[in-house]
């Protein structure tokens, strides 16, 4: 089993994970450590176990969004006929879009570190 040491607003952290698994955990724990400077940076400094709830909060906010979106596309495409289901196609294309933009930006920002 592998190791990896991650740094989230200065504490680090060895995680232990199946082997092949070293370079998405860092990047996972990169991406932790940015939303943890941010919060940081807009509420000022803040104990560690709070700050890693509200990582993990805002984490799952941006998941539950992304699974309403999802949801709300599927439920437009099944109910929907002719002209609906055609938009609510191109809103499952946009939606799908936005979701790569923001992947494609996170991953930018953890190549940058």
């Known amino acids: ?3 990896v ?3 989230i607003a200065g504490h680090q952290y060895t995680i232990s994970c199946d082997d092949g698994q070293e370079a ?3 990047r996972l724990g990169r991406y932790l450590d940015q939303r943890g400077r941010e ?3 807009a509420i000022g400094p803040i104990q560690e176990n709070l700050l890693l709830a509200m990582i993990g909060l805002l984490v799952a906010d941006e998941l539950a969004e992304t699974y309403g979106e ?4 599927r439920a437009d495409l099944d109910t929907g006929g002719g002209e609906a289901k055609a938009e609510a196609e191109a809103r499952v294309v946009d939606a799908i879009d936005a979701i790569s933009a ?3 930006s996170i991953a930018e920002r953890l ?3």
């Open 5 to 7: 040491t991650l740094t």
């Open 111 to 113: 190549r940058a570190h």
């Open 24 to 26: 998405q955990i860092s």
């Open 1 to 3: 089993m592998a190791q």
């Open 70 to 73: 999802l949801e709300q596309l």
């Open 39 to 41: 919060l940081i940076a």
């Open 102 to 104: 923001r992947i494609e």
